[in-house]
Each structure stands twice: as C-alpha cells, then as structure tokens.
C-alpha cells in the first residue's frame, strides 16, 4: 500500500473500469432454438466478465502468494493467465466470472463480457457497434453463439463505463488524499447530466441483443435478457472499520473515500443507477437482478469482514469480497480495483443460479450475514 499521497494519485487517475475474455469461435455444427447444446450467455463490462477474480480476499504482503490471495501465484512467479485466460491489460474474463461460477445451469457457460467494455461495445457493428480490444462487438459475437447453441438466458451488465465509474473513483480518492475536498456534489452534478443518454444506450444494448435472437430464429419466449445492476464496492462511513482521519484507509484498508462521499456512493449513486437500470428492464421487457446489496458487509474496509494474514486465512464467510484499491500498484493491476474479486465473483454466479430458476418477475440478490457465497439469496426486486 502507498506511503505518499501522490504516489497513490499517480495509480488512482490511472483507474479503468474493466473486464473480460477471450473471443469465442463458434462451432461449425448449426443448431436452432430448441436443439444444440444448451447455453448462458454473459454481455457488457468488467463487473460481469471477471475482473479482480485473481483474488481471494485483500492482505498487505507483498510477496508470494500474499497470504493465499494472490492466485496467479505459481509457487516461484505470478502468471495472470492461470485466472485470466489471457494476458494482462485484456478483457479479464476470469474462471471464477458469474457465468461460470453459476454452476451446472447450461451445457455452455459463455462470457463474451469485456473488461471497459460500454454500450458501443455491445451493438452489433451495422448499427454503429465498435470492436474493442481486437474483438468484434459483442452483439456480432452472439449471432455466432444462437447459431451454434440453444441460447436460454443473457446476463447483461453495461452501462457503468457509459457513466465514468472509473473517473468517478478516481476524482473521490484524489479529493481524499491529495485535495481535502469532497466529491459527492459535483460528481452528482456529472452524473444527472449524463445518466438520461446512458440509460438510452443500454436500452439500445437490449434492443441490439433481441434483434440478433430474432435474427437466429428465436422467438422472444425462447430465451430471457436479465440486466443486472452494480454491487457498492465501498461500505457506509458507519460500516467502516477505519477511522476517516489519518492514513489508514489509504495505507492499510485501501478506500480512501471521506465518510459523506462513501454514504452518496453507497446510499445514492449506486441505487440511482440500479433504479433507473431496473426502468430499462421493464420498459425492454427484460428481467431485473438487483445486486446494489450483494456486497453488503463484505466491501473494501468493511467493519464485518477482515483483511487476510498469515493467522487469518483467506475466507469466503470472513474475507471482503471486493478488490481494495492498490494504489502503488505493488499487487496486480489498478483495473483490478473496486470490482468483485473471486468470492465476491462466485457470490454473484449464485445469484444468476437462482434467477435461472425464476422465469419472470424482477429480483434483489442479498448475501446472508456469516455465510461464504454459497449463502445468497433472492428477494422481489
């Protein structure tokens, strides 16, 4: 962790929302809706395709396997690619990603997800859809897939880069450590400015992916979109173990956010934009998985879940189950930051496993205080 305010600038301007996998070759053989091998589908950003699944809790050692954290450690070096699948500074689709920690829920669990992926990314590119990072957009991507396979449901999560999500943290840590000033009020201005067009898009995202089903031959009750809203990565001021004065949420708990700027993150920016998400869903007639709460009690610094250390174990009922924002870098990427890490990653695979057996309706997915991811649940949403 950083020992000086402006080291930790230097990585916190560098923040990129982000997340994602390898490009997927489609079978040869042709199936329809109805046969072929069955599939789950995830779309859109980082907070879907996996970024920050490389590790397993936060711990402040440096070296080796931090404490059973890191699992890109091999035993003599780290190789991002054992979680990955590819090299570092790609789209991050991880193994623990929600649609493959969902469990035996399709034959085919494909994350066609990208890590900085927006809207753009995900239109298909005869209607003003954009590759990124040497991958056809996604929608394009999918033809490929309701070709091959017998697509049953699409997890969709975008719209969070759309927004400046990335920016937004930045500009919070810097107002923290370096300027002394809150974020909240202008970055609220910056937002309410933005979020109508944001919300346009994302509804064009939906549009974009219902028009490559029906292309397919699917017809709409053939398969279901569910969008999904974005985890609080940071607790309340009240729920956080570290006091706002000093340095310890820079040096030691890695959330350096003032006490009124984490209450607006948690308590207003995240649910404006699960709200207005959730009108998309229903205005698109999509289905709407609520995760704003999923990560409650296991953020980043989070009074009811402890860091990892050599007595302490990584543990998915104790450990947080969001990345910690590393500023030096001295611990993988910064992109890594304020995402899901593997157990929060494997928290929300379980919450797609239950909206898989619900067939319509919108729902909230919740953690069970004391449990490990295994111990989510679902409420009306």
Known sequence: MP???HRALRAFLALCTAAGLASLAAPSAQASPGSGPTAVVAMGDSYISGEAGRWLGNSLTNSGSRNGTDRAWTGSGYDPSRVYGSTAGGCHRSDTAEVKSAGPIASSLINLACSGATTKNVFRASQGGQAYKGE?????????????HDVKLIALSIGGNDLGFADIIATCAADYIVWYSY???DQQVEVDARIDGVMAAVGKAVDEIR?????????????????QSYPSPIPRAAENRYSESGWSRVNTGGCPFWNKDSDWARDSLVPQLANRLRQVAVAKGAQFLDLRDAL?????????SRQVTASLPPSGAASEWARWIDSQSTQGL???SMHPNAYGQQALGRCLALIDTVPSGHRACRNTAGAGPSGMYLTAG
């Open 334 to 336: 910064v992109q890594e």
């Open 136 to 148: 056809a957009p996604q929608a394009d991507q999918l033809a490929a897939v309701a070709a091959s």
């Open 211 to 227: 028009a490559v089903m029906t292309g397919a031959g699917y017809a709409a009750s053939d398969y279901r979109i569910v969008l």
């Open 3 to 5: 020992s000086t305010p």
């Open 183 to 185: 974020c909240h009020d």
């Open 296 to 304: 409650q009690g296991r953020e980043v610094c989070a009074k009811a």
